[in-house]
């Protein structure tokens, strides 16, 4: 649920924030975008998962 609701909210986030960057040109800030996004997704999933993880690790090795 967290990855979703993360991929879905950010890229709103990310207009604004990049609406407020200076662009000479359309293709810089699409550029901007596209990267911020894949960048933000990337991690998100990283993260979320391997957090996941290590809490699958400790419930299991402590017995929690």
């Known amino acids: 649920f967290a990855i979703s609701a993360g991929n879905l909210l950010f890229p709103n986030i990310n ?3 990049t609406n407020l960057e200076i662009h000479r040109e359309e ?3 699409q550029s901007s975008l596209y990267f911020k996004n894949a960048a933000f ?3 998100n ?3 979320v998962m391997t957090l996941l ?3 699958r690790f400790i419930k299991t090795k402590f017995n929690l």
């Open 15 to 17: 207009r604004a924030l």
């Open 53 to 55: 993880e290590v809490r």
């Open 45 to 47: 999933t990283a993260i």
């Open 27 to 29: 293709g810089q800030r």
């Open 41 to 43: 997704r990337w991690i």
